[in-house]
């Protein structure tokens, strides 16, 4: 059984940080790619940054520079580091991976408001 778990959301000031986390229960974690999306009200869901299980990073192009995933193979655990935040950025954020089929955690919500 793969269980995804997000923490780290919450409210943040235009500019501020945020660092979300998703750990990973079962024994895929270290094989397979992990994926960050994010689904603001009305709109779809859509991929923010990925990394696979060698390392190679991908981002939505309206957060390069800005986010920054990786991730803990000991600690079978992903981070999504969010700096300069935008109101834009507000959305449900959700951990994501594929292993004979897609996984998604509960989601963690982030607001950035002034």
């Known amino acids: 059984q793969v269980q995804l778990v997000e923490s780290g959301g919450g409210l943040v000031q235009p500019g501020g940080s945020l660092k979300l986390s998703c750990v990973v229960s079962?024994?895929?974690?270290?094989?397979?790619?992990m994926n960050w999306y994010r689904q603001a009200p009305g709109k779809e869901r859509e991929l923010v940054a990925a990394?696979?299980?060698?390392?190679?990073?991908n981002y939505l192009d309206s957060v390069k520079g800005r986010f920054t995933i990786s991730r803990d193979n000991a600690k079978n655990t992903v981070y999504l580091q969010m700096n300069s935040l935008k109101p834009e950025d507000t959305a449900v954020y959700y951990c994501?991976?594929?292993?004979?089929?897609?996984?998604w955690g509960q989601g963690t919500q982030v607001t950035v408001s002034s």
């Open positions: 994501n991976t594929y292993y004979f089929g897609p996984y």
């Open positions: 079962g024994s895929i974690f270290s094989i397979t790619a």
């Open positions: 990394i696979t299980s060698g390392g190679i990073r």
